[in-house]
Structures are given as structure tokens and as C-alpha cells.
């Protein structure tokens, strides 16, 4: 029986999204268009595809989305590159879940130009065997395709599966998926993880041990 940790990227790993938040708005401007805070906030978890359908109001060619896409990404990446920090207490974390035998792996609706770019500045690619991103998949969450990608490559059954997030959509995907969410409140509003197993506020609260005491006590499936 292998057991897997799946994190989510943006705001697990990295409490990025303020900046995500600004590339968004910045990303509007620029092409005459408006979008808030808290709209840019509601569709956390969710594709770059589902970000742009909804700020342009109309489906796009496949080709813009990925001229679109990149050009906001490279937005976000200039104004976080000299400040991009892992969340408390992660590398001791992954380190311990290393030492445990878990499979490890990042499911983010973000691209892997993205992906790479975090590995790069926490110096962490190693302790992860598996990315999958938005080009693996059709739908970002609430779908929990991502996820179920995720426990794919990694070879474990979604029972035994454990993902950190820190989004409603992502709490909702996990669940889907038939696995145990973990929230992590980066943002500071517990109340929209509330359907998470745990929420705690970094990951110094969590030990290897806590999260196999948790998956093996399991009584939701």
C-alpha cells in the first residue's frame, strides 16, 4: 500500500497569491478590460483557460490562450521573483515525508513554466516525483481531475491520498477525488476551508506521523 502527499502550488507551497491577484489586474488593464480583487480570488484553483473565458466573456482560440496566458504569467513572475519564500515549515516537511515512503507530487492549475519557476527559487525539485499542471488536463478544479492524475502517476490509490490546499475549489476537488483535504490558511479566512479534514496555518502543525495517523483513522469512504 503506498501512501501519497499531493500539494497544490499557489498559496501551499508559496504565499504568492497576492501577486497572483495584481498580474490579473495588471494583465486587464493592459488589454482594456477590469477585474477585481475579489473576482480574480473566486476562481482560485481554477485553468488560466477559465480565468481568461471569464475575464474576455467569450471562449477563446487555443492559441490565444496561450499568448494570453504566458503574458500574464510573466506578469506575476516579475513582480514575485524577489520574494518567493516556501510556507513555514515545508522543506522539513517534505523532508519527513520523504523519510516516510510518501509519494510526493504538486497538482496545480498553473503551467509548468510556473512550476519551474517556484522549484527554482525554493531549490525543492527534488523532493517531488510528479507535476501535473493545466496542460495534462481538461478541467481545472472543482474537477478533480488534477488530483486524480496526480494519484495516477504516483501509483496510489486516491483512498490513500492526502492534498494540501488552500482554495474552496481545491478543498472541493480533493473531496471528489476521494481524498483528504488538508487546508492550509495561508489567506487567513479559515471559513472558506471549512470543509477540509484539518486546517492548520502552516506546516509546522503537521507531522508525517499525523498525516498517516489521519488516512489510516479514515472514515469518510
Known amino acids: 500500500m503506498k501512501i501519497s502527499a499531493i500539494f497544490d502550488m499557489d498559496g501551499v507551497l508559496v504565499n504568492n497569491n497576492p501577486w497572483h491577484i495584481q498580474a490579473w489586474i495588471t494583465f486587464a488593464e493592459r488589454h482594456g478590460l477590469s477585474i477585481t480583487p475579489q473576482e480574480v480570488e473566486s476562481h482560485f484553483g481554477n485553468t488560466n483557460r477559465d480565468y481568461l473565458?471569464?475575464?474576455?466573456?467569450?471562449e477563446l482560440q487555443s492559441h490565444e490562450i496561450e499568448e494570453f496566458a504566458e503574458?500574464?504569467?510573466?506578469?506575476?513572475?516579475?513582480?514575485?521573483?524577489?520574494?518567493?519564500?516556501?510556507?513555514?515549515?515545508?522543506?522539513?516537511?517534505?523532508?519527513?515525508?520523504?523519510?516516510f515512503q510518501f509519494g510526493i507530487a504538486i497538482a496545480t492549475g498553473g503551467p509548468l513554466s510556473n512550476v519551474?519557476?517556484?522549484?527554482?527559487?525554493?531549490?525543492?525539485?527534488?523532493?517531488?516525483?510528479?507535476y501535473?499542471?493545466?496542460?495534462?488536463?481538461?478541467k481545472g478544479k472543482?474537477?478533480?481531475?488534477?488530483?486524480?492524475?496526480?494519484?495516477e502517476?504516483?501509483?496510489?490509490s486516491p483512498r490513500y491520498c492526502v492534498v494540501f490546499e488552500d482554495s474552496v475549489h481545491g478543498i472541493?476537488?480533493?473531496?471528489?477525488?476521494?481524498?483528504?483535504?488538508?487546508?492550509?490558511?495561508?489567506?487567513?479566512?479559515?471559513?472558506?476551508?471549512?470543509?477540509?479534514s484539518l486546517v492548520v496555518n502552516d506546516f509546522t502543525e503537521l507531522t508525517a506521523e499525523s498525516v498517516l495517523e489521519m488516512l489510516n483513522?479514515?472514515?469518510?469512504i
Do not use: W
Open 53 to 58: 473565458t471569464f475575464l474576455f466573456k467569450k
Open 153 to 156: 502517476l504516483l501509483g496510489t
Open 172 to 196: 472541493e476537488a480533493a473531496r471528489r477525488a476521494s481524498m483528504l483535504p488538508v487546508g492550509i490558511n495561508t489567506s487567513g479566512n479559515r471559513e472558506k476551508l471549512k470543509n477540509a
Open 217 to 220: 483513522n479514515r472514515k469518510d
Open 116 to 130: 519551474r519557476f517556484v522549484m527554482d527559487k525554493l531549490k525543492t525539485g527534488h523532493l517531488f516525483d510528479v
Open 142 to 151: 472543482p474537477d478533480p481531475e488534477l488530483f486524480l492524475k496526480a494519484a
Open 132 to 138: 501535473v499542471y493545466d496542460s495534462m488536463v481538461k
Open 71 to 99: 503574458e500574464k504569467e510573466m506578469i506575476y513572475r516579475s513582480l514575485c521573483e524577489q520574494y518567493i519564500e516556501p510556507v513555514n515549515g515545508l522543506i522539513h516537511f517534505l523532508e519527513q515525508l520523504k523519510k
